[in-house]
């Protein structure tokens, strides 16, 4: 049976040092992300047709899967964790890729005015998710983006958004930095988004 596996991190450890230590680096990737994928695979290990399918068609069809729902609420935790886990991975970089540019840009100065308000919208709605989750610039099949927050490791995928840009705001992310302080990782956090990637993906979902 096919399992899924951790993503190696693009970069080092210490690399998005000082806006993201390399310990909590270290830990986020190598245990967290790590248990994710493990506990997806113990979840599916009795439904191997299944682990045929890539994790995002999977989520994208969570509500119709042929599970059990305990099995269901285990791949909504551990395969979102693993999803979002993943493509956090992928959109930083060291030093970061500045601000949008190109189609993307467009897109964003047109829904949103300017790329300071798309932070600001996204920053609001990490500081105000309640206890752990996510805040999510996304995209519907037209393209069209908005800005959404999801509880735990709960996918855009699974409400039809393909999420383009998201940040983690478990404490697990930043407490070892920020401590209490979410507002300042969140502001902090923006120095190491690599936008060529997020322009990628935005891309994709463009056709």
């Known amino acids: ?16 040092e000082p806006t993201i230590d390399t310990l909590t680096m270290q830990i986020h990737h190598d245990k967290h992300h790590a248990t994710y994928v493990t506990n997806l695979n113990a979840a599916l290990k009795e439904f191997p047709a299944i682990t045929e399918q890539s994790i995002e068609v999977i989520l994208i069809n969570l509500d119709t899967l042929p599970v059990p ?23 930083m970089t060291p030093g970061g890729s500045n601000v949008p540019t190109g189609a993307l840009a467009e897109t964003i100065n047109a829904t949103f005015g300017d790329f300071e308000s798309l932070k600001k919208a996204i920053n609001e709605a990490g500081t105000k998710r309640f ?23 709960d996918s855009p995928l699974s409400i039809g958004k393909t999420p383009l840009l998201g940040v983690d705001v478990w404490e697990h992310a930043y407490y070892l930095k920020y401590q ?6 969140l502001a ?18 463009k056709g």
Do not use: C
Not at 2 to 12: G, K
Not at 131 to 153: E, I, K, R, Y
Not at 188 to 202: L, P, Q, S, T, Y
């Open 188 to 205: 902090a956090w923006w120095a190491v988004v690599n936008w060529d990637k997020v322009a990628e993906r935005f891309a994709a979902v």
């Open 131 to 153: 206890g752990s989750g996510w805040s999510w610039l996304v995209a519907d099949n037209m393209g069209a983006l908005s800005v959404v927050s999801t509880p735990n490791q």
């Open 180 to 185: 209490n302080k979410r507002a300042d990782y």
């Open 69 to 91: 729902d305990a099995t269901r609420m285990a791949i909504r935790n551990n395969g979102g964790g693993h999803a979002n886990h993943t493509m956090f991975w992928e959109i």
């Open 1 to 16: 049976m096919p399992e899924f596996t951790t993503p190696p991190l693009p970069y080092d450890y210490a690399s998005l």
